[in-house]
Nanobody, 126 residues
Framework: QVQLVESGGGLVQAGDSLRLSCVASGGTFREYTVGWFRQAPGKEREFVAGFKRYNSNPNYEDSIKGRFTIARDNAKNTLYLQMNSLKPEDTAVYYC???????????????????WGRGTQVTVSS
C-alpha cells in the first residue's frame, strides 16, 4: 500500500508560480498510474495532470495546458506539478493520487483511484 504526501502549496498572486511535490512511500512508484487532482469549494474533484503506469507521456486537463507541467522521478518516488501563470480560478486543494490497477479509460476519473494524499492548498489572489 502506497502512502502519498503533498507539499508546496501556498498563497500567491495571479501570474506567479508554484511547484507542488508528492512523495510516495510503501510501493514501487513506477508500477502506479499517478495524477494530480484539484478540488475547489463546492465543486467536484477534477483531473489536472497525470501519468499512466510505465508510460512517460503526460496527460493534461485542457484548461491548464501550456501553464502546468507534470514530472515524475521514479528514483525519488516523487511526482511534481510545476504551475506557472497561475490564475484565481486555479485556487483549490491539490491532491496527489495513485493506483496500480486503474484502466486507461478511467485515469481522469478520481473515483477510480485507491490512494490519495491529504492535499495541499493553493490560493491565487487577483
Amino acid at each position: 500500500q502506497v502512502q502519498l504526501v503533498e507539499s508546496g502549496g501556498g498563497l500567491v498572486q495571479a501570474g506567479d508560480s508554484l511547484r507542488l511535490s508528492c512523495v510516495a512511500s510503501g510501493g514501487t512508484f513506477r508500477e502506479y498510474t499517478v495524477g494530480w487532482f484539484r478540488q475547489a469549494p463546492g465543486k467536484e474533484r477534477e483531473f489536472v495532470a497525470g501519468f499512466k503506469r510505465y508510460n512517460s507521456n503526460p496527460n493534461y486537463e485542457d484548461s491548464i495546458k501550456g501553464r502546468f507541467t507534470i514530472a515524475r522521478d521514479n528514483a525519488k518516488n516523487t511526482l511534481y506539478l510545476q504551475m506557472n501563470s497561475l490564475k484565481p480560478e486555479d485556487t483549490a486543494v491539490y491532491y496527489c493520487a495513485a493506483d496500480r490497477t486503474i484502466i486507461s479509460s478511467y485515469v481522469r476519473d478520481h473515483r477510480h483511484y485507491d490512494y490519495w494524499g491529504r492535499g495541499t492548498q493553493v490560493t491565487v489572489s487577483s
